[in-house]
Every structure is written in structure tokens, then in C-alpha cells.
T-cell receptor, first 114, second 114 residues
Framework: AQSVTQLDSQVPVFEEAPVELRCNYS??????LFWYVQYPNQGLQLLLK??????LVKGINGFEAEFNKSQTSFHLRKPSVHISDTAEYFC????????????FGKGTKLTVNP | EAGVAQSPRYKIIEKRQSVAFWCNPI?????LYWYQQILGQGPKLLIQ????????DSQLPKDRFSAERLKGVDSTLKIQPAKLEDSAVYLC????????????FGSGTRLTVV
């Protein structure tokens, strides 16, 4: 069975600073990896996904993530954050060749302060 | 394209009462998911449908939860009787088949059991 650990439950940063949200996963098989964002009282929106190919994945809103198989990590980064990036971020994993079920981490609350 | 529609947006019930949630997926999406998101946690898959057949319901508490997908389109999730620990946001999502993980999530139904 897969599991996802998001190492930080809350990350406060100042506007225009860089940010990294950390995600580690565990699985006995090869996986696909995802980052979702959730704004208050809304559903989840896909930021980016790693299915194959380059381990550096670029997503929407200037976010990117790097898949590191040896460290079983998929950390999310943005070089300069905006107030509007304040939200909850979820890392998720899915078995390759499986049913496309997503297993989520507990989330990281990113707060961008002026 | 229209998004995934869910209703109601909010529901407050007393414990031991019954409640039902409705989901209308994106047209043409064969796969439909119900996830439960308890406050402070990531979403957890309750049930996955492919057309109107169940693919995965391993984490559905079948003594109180039931779900159906009518004619492979709309779906309802029911809880009977509700417990305090069922308080959560219930998210519906849909996707095309083909392993592209093109999930679209609805805005969810927030259930409070008092």
C-alpha cells in the first residue's frame, strides 16, 4: 500500500520569497505523483503531475516539482510567491497500472504574508 | 466544459439521522470517485465507479455508507445512520478512462453531524 508524508503542516512565508513544500512517499511499486491546491470552500485543483519523462515537472501558477526516485520525494517549489498562493497544498500518489485511485498526504497550509 | 456538480453544499444533521449527497460528473467521464476529507486530513477514497460498476469500495464503511451510480452518470452517496465522526467534506470527482489522471473535483458537500 502507498502512503504520503507531507513534512510540514504549516509554512508561513513573505510575499515574493521562494517556497518549498516537502513530500515523501512510500510504495512497493512504481508510482505516479501529483500536487493539488485547495482554496477555502473549494474542491481540489491539479497543480502538476509526474507520469513519466523528465523528473522536473512544471505546473500552473509558476509551480514546479522534482521527482527523486532514490529519495522517494516529490517536493513542490515556487521561486516567488504571491498573496494569492495562500491555500492548502496536497501531495498525492497513485500506483502505475492501478485503478487511478489517489492516496493523499495530510496537506500543507501555505500562508503568504505581505 | 461544465464542472463536476455537487449538492447540497452544506448539511447539518443530528447523529443517527440519514443524509444523501448527489454528484453530476462531467459529461463523457466514465470514472467517478467519492472522497471523504476530514478536517486536517487529506482526502480518502470511499468508492470508485467505472461507468455504473464498482471498481474499489475497500474503504467504504458498508454498514452505514452506500453509493450508487445511476445509468453510469449521476451518483448518490448515502449515510444511514450518521455518526459524529462522519463530519467531513465529501468530494466527488470524475475522469476519462485511459490512465491520464484527468481528474476534476467538485466543490464538495460539507457535512456536520451534531
Amino acid at each position: 500500500a502507498q502512503s504520503v508524508t507531507q513534512l510540514d503542516s504549516q509554512v508561513p512565508v513573505f510575499e515574493e520569497a521562494p517556497v518549498e513544500l516537502r513530500c515523501n512517499y512510500s510504495s512497493s511499486v512504481s508510482v505516479y505523483l501529483f500536487w493539488y491546491v485547495q482554496y477555502p470552500n473549494q474542491g481540489l485543483q491539479l497543480l502538476l503531475k509526474y507520469l513519466s519523462g523528465s523528473t522536473l515537472v512544471k505546473g500552473i501558477n509558476g509551480f514546479e516539482a522534482e521527482f527523486n526516485k532514490s529519495q522517494t520525494s516529490f517536493h513542490l517549489r515556487k521561486p516567488s510567491v504571491h498573496i494569492s498562493d495562500t491555500a492548502e497544498y496536497f501531495c498525492a500518489v497513485s500506483d502505475q497500472g492501478g485503478s487511478e485511485k489517489l492516496v493523499f498526504g495530510k496537506g500543507t497550509k501555505l500562508t503568504v504574508n505581505p | 466544459e461544465a464542472g463536476v456538480a455537487q449538492s447540497p453544499r452544506y448539511k447539518i444533521i443530528e447523529k443517527r439521522q440519514s443524509v444523501a449527497f448527489w454528484c453530476n460528473p462531467i459529461s463523457g467521464h466514465a470514472t467517478l470517485y467519492w472522497y471523504q476529507q476530514i478536517l486536517g486530513q487529506g482526502p480518502k477514497l470511499l468508492i470508485q465507479f467505472q461507468n455504473n460498476g464498482v471498481v474499489d469500495d475497500s474503504q467504504l464503511p458498508k454498514d452505514r455508507f452506500s453509493a450508487e451510480r445511476l445509468k453510469g452518470v449521476d451518483s448518490t452517496l448515502k449515510i444511514q445512520p450518521a455518526k459524529l465522526e462522519d463530519s467531513a467534506v465529501y468530494l466527488c470527482a470524475s475522469s476519462r478512462t485511459g490512465n491520464d489522471y484527468g481528474y476534476t473535483f467538485g466543490s464538495g458537500t460539507r457535512l456536520t453531524v451534531v
